[in-house]
């Protein structure tokens, strides 16, 4: 069964540094996600993505973070600038519709550690 | 705003027993529903998801949930449990009527034990 996929599993960076999440979504899906969990908390939505724009952002995606499609398979998640309160779970998701009964499939994630 | 209520962050059965997990929403109008699994090391896996039509909803893995509008609630159930089903669940909702992609809010999770 096709899956998502990300890279790395585990990212340690320090704090003022710039981070990249890559993500691979499933090759048929047209609808990109980017979900965050910090320890302990909710799975939060940060930001959906179709036809290379941002479909919709919440407000913990502000200026700081930036997503681009590079080519016809990727989908990356960027942090200018960590703060400690970046450190979290990123989970990547796609789908194969817009619709919002249409099932995400989620990655594994990537855990981000700020230092 | 919509949000989700899972009563027990933590719940323990044994083998062989019944699961219930809890799911409340709080919505304007009753949203889309759907329940994720999560297992040590992996990413959610969509268990089941109701949008119209029967109330009760089947998903893998034996679980079952059903939609009770008039309790704005979503529980999960299993009839008997099995050690392969320890792991996080998740309950979500969507809006019905927005566009653009699938923006879930989630529940806080509950984390299955199954004890011998």
């Known amino acids: 069964e096709p899956e998502v996929t990300q890279t790395p599993s585990h990212q340690v960076t320090q704090m003022g540094q710039e981070v990249i999440l890559r993500c691979v979504p499933i090759s048929n899906h047209l609808y990109f996600y980017w979900y965050r969990q910090i320890l302990g908390q909710k799975v939060e939505f940060l930001v959906s993505?179709?036809?290379?724009?941002?479909?919709?952002k919440s407000e913990i995606f502000d200026d700081q973070f930036s997503v681009e499609r590079p080519d016809g398979s990727n989908f990356t998640l960027k942090i200018r600038s960590t703060k400690l309160e970046d450190s979290a779970m990123y989970f990547c998701a796609s789908s194969e519709e817009g619709t919002s009964n249409s099932p995400l499939h989620f990655g594994n994630g990537t855990r981000l550690t700020v230092t | 705003a919509q949000s989700v209520t899972q009563l027990g962050s933590h719940v323990s059965v044994s083998e062989g027993a019944l699961v219930l997990l809890r799911c409340n929403y709080s919505?304007?109008?009753?949203?889309?529903l759907f329940w994720y699994v999560q297992y040590p090391n992996q990413g959610l896996q969509l268990l089941l998801k109701?949008?119209?039509?029967?109330?009760l909803v089947k998903g893998i893995n034996g679980f079952e949930a059903e939609f009770k509008k008039s309790e704005t609630s979503f529980h999960l159930t299993k009839p008997s449990a099995h050690m392969s089903d320890a792991a996080e669940y998740f309950c979500?909702?969507?809006?019905?009527?927005?566009?653009?992609?699938?923006?879930?809010?989630f529940g806080t999770g509950t984390q299955l034990k199954v004890e011998l």
């Open positions: 993505f179709y036809n290379n724009e941002i479909s919709e």
């Open positions: 109701y949008t119209t039509g029967a109330t």
């Open positions: 979500a909702v969507s809006d019905r009527f927005t566009g653009g992609g699938n923006k879930l809010t």
């Open positions: 919505s304007s109008v009753p949203p889309y």
